[in-house]
T-cell receptor
Framework: GAVVSQHPSRVICKSGTSVKIECRSL??????MFWYRQFPKKSLMLMAT?????????EQGVEKDKFLINHASLTLSTLTVTSAHPEDSSFYIC???????????FGPGTRLTVL | DAKTTQPNSMESNEEEPVHLPCNHS???????IHWYRQLPSQGPEYVIH???SNVNNRMASLAIAEDRKSSTLILHRATLRDAAVYYC????????????????FGKGTLLTVNP
């Protein structure tokens, strides 16, 4: 199956700093990628849909100025958590699906801890 | 979004079959039924999907009710590595059509496998 990677896998930062998380499709091109966040013992919540070459589509209640998404190439989408605060601490997961497959491929996730 | 209902948790013994139920009474004619699973601290993993007919793959089987208002994921012989949260999701296509779609995760079923 196709592989999606994320970097970093784990990051700890101070409150007020910005953190960038990368999501890469390693062996396929993805015009669309998705970003989720997951709090401990909770389900995944879709944050936004990242579209290559255009603006991301954010789900209701997600601050687009807080969570900046850039999808500059067919294999890379980035999520930047700006001015991070402890309540932004979460598990962030990206995914992508292929035209020729019916399954969505998920990255391994990035654990963000804001002190 | 069409919703699904799953039991919060289920328990099984190793090497025994497991039947994970899912209710989706508001499913529409074009909604595919997807199953994903998530191991602790990992991104979700595709398990199986179907529309109307029962489906089999190397991981599991999917039994879909004739009225499509419910489905059952069947793990034929549970192993300790099958312990995970299993999500039953209705795949909703983007309004613009095409092959891109987004997934809305519910709470899922936490499967515990006893040795």
């Amino acid at each position: 199956g196709a592989v999606v990677s994320q970097h970093p896998s784990r990051v700890i930062c101070k409150s007020g700093t910005s953190v960038k998380i990368e999501c890469r499709s390693l062996d396929f091109q993805a015009t669309t990628m998705f970003w989720y966040r997951q709090f401990p013992k909770k389900s995944l919540m879709l944050m936004a849909t990242s579209n290559e070459g255009s603006k991301a589509t954010y789900e209701q209640g997600v601050e687009k100025d807080k969570f900046l998404i850039n999808h500059a190439s067919l294999t890379l989408s980035t999520l930047t958590v700006t001015s991070a605060h402890p309540e932004d601490s979460s598990f962030y997961i990206c995914s992508a699906n292929l035209d020729t497959y019916n399954e969505q491929f998920f990255g391994p996730g990035t654990r963000l801890t804001v002190l | 979004d069409a919703k699904t209902t799953q039991p919060n948790s289920m328990e099984s013994n190793e090497e025994e079959p497991v039947h994970l139920p899912c209710n989706h009474s508001t499913i529409s004619g074009t909604d595919y039924i997807h199953w994903y699973r998530q191991l602790p601290s990992q991104g979700p993993e595709y398990v199986i999907h179907g529309l109307t007919s029962n489906v089999n793959n190397r991981m599991a089987s999917l039994a879909i009710a004739e009225d499509r208002k419910s489905s059952t994921l069947i793990l034929h012989r549970a192993t300790l590595r099958d312990a995970a949260v299993y999500y039953c999701i209705l795949r909703v296509h983007f309004l613009s059509g095409g092959s891109n779609y987004k997934l809305t995760f519910g709470k899922g079923t936490l499967l515990t496998v006893n040795p």
